[in-house]
């Protein structure tokens, strides 16, 4: 059972214009979500993170969205660059009562910004 | 950020040889550690969360007898591939946790920069 589920596996986009990853999930427990950047051969680094409490979260060129009732997040990178080409992973805890604990990951999504 | 690291960063050996790779959290204490496993267009899966001081728990399906965990210290975690065979190629990460600073996110995980394992 796939809790986090990125159904896009790839997105192309021109260089300036904007990016939008999806993801949905189906655990209604989880309540933060984070997204993580990949690029071949090395590990994900975090990227942003959003809490159930808000439904934005904004840094930079980049925004995550939090639809709750659609258990649905997105990342949007305005103005996406060629440098942002790389497989983005949406991620969540099992919850934050839980405590600290692993990560469930989504199977990602890898961006193209062309030139 | 805070600094993981892992070594090696690719191995090539034979089957039935056994390979350690190491995990390494410089800047900061670790007391739980995970491993991941990653094939090729896949998403990261989570092998083994690995806890100073005690036993690893491993996820079902992996084999513990086979991936041998060892956290024996707050800035080290090692995972051993024993008797090492060629469907066990695959990018091998791991990962810290950090308790998060008050006002922030609730932990922080940063991840290792990934093992590239090729079993011939």
């Known amino acids: 059972d796939q809790q986090v589920k990125q159904n896009s596996p790839s997105l192309s986009v021109q260089e300036g214009r904007i990016s939008i990853l999806n993801c949905d999930y189906t655990?209604?427990?989880?309540?933060?979500f984070l997204w993580y950047k990949k690029y071949p051969a090395e590990g994900p680094t975090f990227l942003i993170s959003?809490?159930?409490?808000?439904d934005k979260n904004e840094d930079g060129r980049f925004t995550v969205f939090l639809n709750k009732s659609a258990k649905h997040l997105s990342l949007h990178i305005v103005p996406s660059q060629p440098g942002d080409s790389a497989v983005y992973f949406c991620?969540?805890?099992?919850?934050?009562?839980?405590?600290?604990?692993?990560?469930?990951f989504g199977k990602g999504t890898m961006l193209l910004v062309s030139p | 950020g805070a600094v993981v690291s892992q070594h090696p960063s690719w191995v090539i050996c034979k089957s039935g040889t056994s390979v350690k790779i190491e995990c390494r959290s410089l800047?900061?204490?670790?007391?739980?550690m995970f491993w991941y496993r990653q094939f090729p267009k896949q998403s990261l899966m989570l092998m083994a969360t690995?806890?100073?001081?005690?036993?690893?728990?491993?996820e079902q399906g992996v084999e513990k007898d086979k991936f041998l965990i060892n956290h024996a210290s707050l800035t080290l975690s090692t995972l051993t591939v024993t008797s090492a065979h060629p469907e066990d190629s695959s990018f091998y990460i791991c990962?810290?946790?950090?308790?998060?600073?008050?006002?922030?996110?609730?932990?922080?995980?940063?991840f290792g920069p990934g093992t590239r394992l090729t079993v011939l």
């Open positions: 990962s810290a946790l950090r308790p998060g600073l008050a006002g922030k996110e609730l932990f922080e995980q940063f």
């Open positions: 655990n209604s427990m989880f309540d933060y």
């Open positions: 959003i809490s159930s409490i808000k």
């Open positions: 991620a969540a805890p099992p919850g934050t009562n839980s405590g600290y604990s692993t990560l469930t």
């Open positions: 800047d900061f204490q670790a007391t739980t």
């Open positions: 690995s806890n100073e001081g005690s036993k690893a728990t491993y």
